[in-house]
């Protein structure tokens, strides 16, 4: 069974894989999607995989979908060559995921340190 109605406050850092770090670090990853609903306090935060960090500006953050109405350019944005790649690696994290389960897509930039 998957998570049911998550929410959550990122403060300071998001956490990501070390795979993600490197995608973020190629300039691959734009943005990260999450299952659930979630705020961000602040705007500017680092990215961190537990052993380096990379600091960031929110651009936006999208908690009004739902699973099911991911797009392939959410995917690409994220570092992923398509939708089901995407969809793998979050089942990966999350488990079954409801195709009507909100997610939130938080897009950023690199900011000047």
Request: include cysteine; hydrophobic fraction near 30%.
């Amino acid at each position: 069974m998957g998570i049911k109605n998550r929410r959550f406050t990122y403060k300071g850092q998001i956490k990501i894989s070390s795979s993600d770090m490197s995608l973020l670090q190629d300039g691959r990853k734009k943005c990260t999607v999450r299952v659930g609903i979630i705020d961000i306090n602040g705007t500017d935060l680092f990215m961190t995989d537990g052993k380096q960090r990379v600091k960031i500006r929110i651009s936006e953050v999208d908690n009004h979908r739902v699973y099911r109405e991911l797009t392939n350019q959410d995917a690409i944005d994220e570092g992923f060559s398509s939708l089901e790649e995407l969809q793998k690696d979050l089942s990966k994290y999350y488990g079954n995921i409801d195709p009507e389960q909100p997610v939130t897509v938080i897009r950023f930039d690199i900011a000047d340190e």
